[in-house]
């Protein structure tokens, strides 16, 4: 019986790719199976995959036909699982021995969680340190409303990437949606978590890489996040409703949170308009791309230029409010500081000290009645 399917699209992954594969051939649980699919590597991942499959047969190598791109290459490895647990993976990355085991006992104990997900680890090449990424600071099972809804407010992925989840095959559906560029995985995780709760297993069982060269870095530099994070707004815009969020607010809030992203890939990675141009021509030209594909990804932009546009003329339209209302204030105060100039000005002049006693003896009449005080 096979407990796992182990999900593996591979293209050009040599790097990495047999520290993945060792990690897989080492984990407690042994009743598993591992599909890799090939999407016509052009390095030596297709000997090293094949060298795996020839000594273990819970290997399967497969080579596609026609390239796919990650997330069609994610369904193809899925058409093929016979496992009663779906575990995506990926070549940069690795698992813990104990990892598969303890995330089924996840779900075999929780059978109201529809999936789980675990704390990774990401080496930083460039120092030799590793952060350790856990969304909370214990394991906890959360609703899928609650979790749904709180990833499109924050417009991120805390739940993980493919290496750090486990599902039923039952809740699989269809896969990946392949119209999407980025933010794919977190849209199949909204949709398996409509079947059941999340629950986070705060157990360090995943290391996930980041580099330049992988498909993660492409999407961000080409910006293609962006038009996903528009879509998963859009497509999920009943959860965003039920807390009160109005179509223009959640524009308002993707330019921003978009904005911010872009310039911290300036100020950290050095990016710039010719290197998104670029990320974008290469990705179309590498994954073979139609002249359809290009056309809707350059609708795609210019929907995202539109709302970025009316973001700008609405932050800069309250701006100029704001500095009406600044205005207005700096006069207030202008006439506050001449009456308190005026008023220190007759506490130092000489009528003022020469009617002291005046003041005086007023104080002490009955201002009711005008008259003298009764001893």
Request: glycine share 4%.
């Amino acid at each position: 019986m096979i407990s796992v399917s182990v999900l593996l699209p591979i293209y050009n992954g040599e790097r990495f790719l047999t520290e993945a594969l060792q990690s897989l051939s080492q984990q407690t649980l042994v009743e598993f199976e591992v599909i890799i699919c090939d999407d016509g590597s052009t390095d030596s991942s297709a000997d090293i995959a094949r060298q795996f499959a020839d000594r273990d047969k819970r290997f399967k190598y497969v080579k596609n036909e026609v390239r796919q791109g990650l997330f069609g290459n994610y369904n193809e490895c899925l058409r093929q699982a016979q496992g009663t647990y779906i575990k995506p993976f990926a070549q940069d990355d690795a698992l813990e021995p104990q990892a598969l085991e303890r995330m089924v006992r996840i779900l075999e104990d929780n059978p109201e969680v529809a999936l789980v997900s675990v704390a990774r680890k990401s080496p930083r090449e460039e120092s030799g340190s590793q952060a350790i990424i856990r969304p909370f600071p214990r394991s906890r099972q959360i609703s899928a409303n609650e979790v749904i809804r709180n990833n499109l407010i924050l417009m991120s992925n805390w739940v993980g990437e493919p290496s750090v989840v486990l599902y039923r095959r039952k809740h699989a559906s269809t896969g990946f949606d392949t119209s999407l560029y980025h933010y794919g995985d977190l849209e199949y995780w909204f949709r398996i978590l409509e079947n059941g709760d999340f629950y986070y297993l705060d157990e360090v069982l995943s290391t996930f890489r980041r580099h330049e060269g992988q498909a993660t870095s492409a999407n961000l530099g080409g910006l293609y996040f962006a038009i996903d994070l528009l879509r998963l707004g859009e497509r999920y815009w009943s959860y965003l409703e039920d807390i009160g969020e109005t179509k223009d607010n959640f524009y308002r809030r993707l330019m921003e949170k978009v904005s911010a992203q872009v310039d911290h890939l300036v100020r950290t990675e050095g990016l710039d308009a010719e290197r998104v141009r670029k990320y974008v021509v290469h990705d179309h030209i590498d994954n073979e791309r139609t002249q359809e594909e290009l056309l809707k990804v350059i609708d795609d932009f210019r929907e995202i230029a539109f709302h970025a546009t009316r973001s700008i003329y609405a932050l800069n339209r309250e701006l100029y409010e704001l500095s009406l209302v600044k205005e207005r204030w700096y006069k207030e105060l202008s006439r506050l500081e001449l009456l308190e100039s005026q008023l220190e000005d007759l506490h130092n002049s000489t009528s003022w000290k020469v009617t002291a006693p005046l003041r005086m003896l007023a104080s002490t009449l009955d201002l009711s009645s005008g008259k003298p005080e009764q001893s």
